[in-house]
């Protein structure tokens, strides 16, 4: 490595990475020298996504079974190595009063937020990590530690992500590093509905000024990833924009809770 927070050499997989935060993820990392493989449900986006960080991907969703071990099979085909899993992919669905979710969407819900991060750890685990060390991070939220309007089944399955996180931290001690970041509100599409319009509201509320980019996420994810944090395992990095903290900043109400309770639904994942 070039230096303490280069990853050059090091292969990452980044799943959820043709949008938001999960693409901002695969660039930073790719900057950062490492090779990677980029996964999400849209194909042509996959295509457009890996050529652009000159890297591999693979097409699918991390619900279904088979996808984390062809995913691990190609990567360790195309560069034979696996240093880095990110799991971002996740959907906020079911919305709604958890008295009316239906069975089956709460367990889509999980078959993604945390059962498919197990699998895809698994699968890595067994190919490479086991022998050969790496780091892994989960991608949470800051609302996996508190209830908010509507959000039950995210905040849940996020909350179970979370303590995934410390138990595999636990677990594959110590040649592999687990850790998690839980961002508070980011300026991605999927989040659009609370910030837009009205960002300026919302922004005024929160400690740092301003709602999060996923930039902000990304630089926190490297970080974790690289030999900076090789003595941090098990940690939950927030970053919220003081979004925890907020109410010894202003007394005003919570804006995104108050436009959680107006929507009648969220943009799927």
């Known amino acids: 490595m070039s230096s303490s927070s280069g990853l050059a050499g090091r292969t ?17 990392l790719a900057a950062a020298g490492a090779r990677v493989c980029v996964t999400g449900r849209d194909a042509d986006a996959v295509r457009r996504t890996a050529a652009e960080l000159g890297g591999i991907g693979l097409a699918g969703s991390v619900a279904d079974p088979g996808h984390p071990l062809e995913l691990t099979e190609l990567v360790l085909r195309e560069y034979g190595r696996i240093d880095v899993v990110v799991n971002n992919a996740a959907t906020n669905q079911p919305y709604g009063p958890l008295m009316a979710v239906d069975p089956e969407a709460w367990r889509a819900a999980f078959a993604v937020n945390v059962e498919a991060p197990l699998r895809l750890v698994q699968c890595a685990w067994h190919a490479w990590l086991r022998e050969h060390g790496g780091a892994v991070v989960n991608i949470c939220t800051e609302g996996a530690e508190h209830v908010g309007p509507h959000v039950g089944a995210y905040g849940t399955s996020k909350a179970a992500l979370l ?14 590093r687990v850790n998690s970041v839980s961002p508070g509100l980011v300026r991605t599409d999927l989040a659009r509905f609370v910030w ?8 005024a509320g929160l400690p740092a ?13 490297a970080w974790l990833v690289s030999d900076a944090a090789a003595w941090i395992t098990g940690a939950d990095l927030l970053v919220d924009g003081g979004t925890r903290v907020r109410a010894a900043y202003s007394s005003a109400g919570y804006a995104v809770h108050d ?11």
Not at 163 to 176: D, N, S, Y
């Open 12 to 28: 990452a997989v980044v799943t959820g990475a043709t949008r938001g935060i999960g693409r901002a993820v695969a660039r930073e």
């Open 163 to 176: 303590h995934l996180t410390r138990q595999l931290a636990g677990e594959l001690a110590p040649g592999v």
């Open 196 to 203: 837009e319009p009205g960002e300026a509201e919302v922004a």
């Open 209 to 221: 000024g301003r709602i999060g980019e996923p930039e902000d996420v990304a630089r926190a994810v």
């Open 259 to 269: 436009r959680l309770r107006r929507a009648h639904h969220l943009p799927g994942a």
